[in-house]
């Protein structure tokens, strides 16, 4: 099956920096990407669908200038949190769909497990 | 997005069939079901999807009645492997494909 890779896996920063996550599909083209958010024993939040090329679309409260995403390629897709603060500490997981016409299928990376101190 | 509503969690003790169920009242008629299982710690993985009637694959069948407002998803013989939490969540594969997950069903498969 397809597979979807990220990068890191966990990082811990300290408050007030940025950082970047990478989301790559290994083995098709990916026309879109989406970017989630899970906090501890919640389910997962969808926080914007990229597309490659163009500019992403952001859900309803989530702030565009905070989480930067640049999907640069049909295999790459970043998303940069900005000016970390403890309470973006979560667990940050992308999905990429490989598009086109039919049930497209999801396909999930193993996630970033990022602490903010 | 559509909305699913699922059980919060279920037991089921190892080797016997475990069906979950979900209800998605508002679904469109150009929404797909897809179930996802997901780990603790890791990304959601693929289980199965369907539009009606019944799917079956390697792991799993899912069930749809008619009125698609509601689908099952049957493990057989589940194994305590099988402990994770599963979503259900529908979605349009020929819009933007944005999914809405829900609160998820929390399996524990018991020895």
């Known amino acids: 099956g397809a597979v979807v890779s990220q990068h890191p896996s966990w990082v811990i920063c300290k408050s007030g920096t940025s950082v970047k996550i990478e989301c790559r599909s290994l083995?098709?083209?990916?026309?879109?990407m989406f970017w989630y958010r899970q906090f501890p024993k919640q389910s997962l939040m969808l926080m914007a669908t990229?597309?490659?090329?163009?500019?992403?679309?952001?859900e309803q409260g989530v702030e565009k200038d905070k989480f930067l995403i640049n999907h640069a390629s049909l295999t790459l897709s970043t998303l940069t949190v900005t000016s970390a603060h403890p309470e973006d500490s979560s667990f940050y997981i992308c999905?990429?769909?490989?598009?086109?016409?039919?049930?497209?299928?999801?396909?999930f990376g193993p996630g970033t497990r990022l602490t903010v101190l | 997005l559509a909305k699913t509503t699922q059980p919060i969690s279920m037991d089921s003790y190892e080797g016997q069939e475990v069906n979950i169920t979900c209800s998605h009242n508002?679904?469109?008629?150009?929404?797909?079901i897809t179930w996802y299982q997901q780990f603790p710690s890791q990304g959601p993985r693929f289980i199965i999807q369907?539009?009606?009637t019944k799917v079956t694959n390697e792991v799993a069948s899912l069930f749809i009645p008619a009125d698609r407002k509601s689908s099952t998803l049957s493990l057989p013989r589940v194994s305590l492997s099988d402990t994770a939490v599963y979503y259900c969540?529908?979605?349009?594969?020929?819009?933007?494909?944005?999914?809405?997950f829900g609160k998820g069903n929390q399996v524990v498969v018991i020895p």
């Open positions: 999905s990429a769909i490989t598009g086109g016409q039919g049930a497209n299928e999801q396909f």
């Open positions: 083995d098709f083209q990916a026309t879109t």
């Open positions: 990229s597309n490659e090329g163009s500019k992403a679309t952001y």
């Open positions: 508002n679904i469109a008629t150009n929404d797909y």
């Open positions: 369907g539009y009606k």
């Open positions: 969540l529908v979605g349009d594969s020929h819009g933007n494909n944005r999914l809405a």
